[in-house]
């Protein structure tokens, strides 16, 4: 390797870790950015791509880094968000059907099933069945509630 580039691979491994060493919060994202910026601009001029003002370079990559930060706060607070859902027991004399479906990514193939229970919890008839991929996911879940429907009928229920 060329002492040139090892001298300034060394000057760059020296200026990251002096960063890291200055504790600040969020330095090190804000500086990738910034380096991320200056990259993404050289690659611009060697396309021929409009390029972004020198001036506006720092300004852009703060702008892009804040919009991370918030759609990462955005994601944390609506992952923190749980409904408690529990199952309920039908009232008495009747009976409650719960079907899903589930896809199986590896085996191009997706699953169905379903359990009717009485109004003691007690399982009164299951279905499991495998089925082909269907185009979506909600085709899917119609194709669960149809089944489900279709197997209640079935039994006589």
Not at 21 to 43: D, F, M
Not at 47 to 68: H, M, T, W, Y
Request: charge should be neutral.
């Amino acid at each position: 390797m060329p002492s040139f580039l090892i001298r300034t691979v060394c000057k760059l491994q020296g200026w990251f870790h002096g960063i890291l060493l200055l504790k600040e919060t969020n330095l090190p994202e804000i500086v990738a950015y910034i380096t991320w910026r200056i990259w993404a601009n050289r690659n611009a001029s060697r396309v021929g791509s409009p390029l972004l003002p020198l001036s506006q370079i720092c300004k852009d990559a703060l702008e892009r880094f804040n919009e991370f930060q918030a759609a990462i706060i955005l994601s944390l607070l609506i992952a923190t968000v749980s409904h408690l859902t529990h199952w309920l027991p039908p009232p008495p004399l009747q009976l409650k059907a719960n079907c899903d479906g589930a896809i199986f990514n590896g085996l191009d193939c997706a699953g169905l099933g379903i359990v009717i229970r009485n109004s003691k919890g007690s399982v009164i008839a299951a279905l499991s069945e495998k089925v082909t991929l269907p185009p979506s996911m909600e085709d899917l879940e119609a194709l669960a509630w149809q089944t489900s429907v279709t197997f209640a009928i079935e039994l006589g229920l």
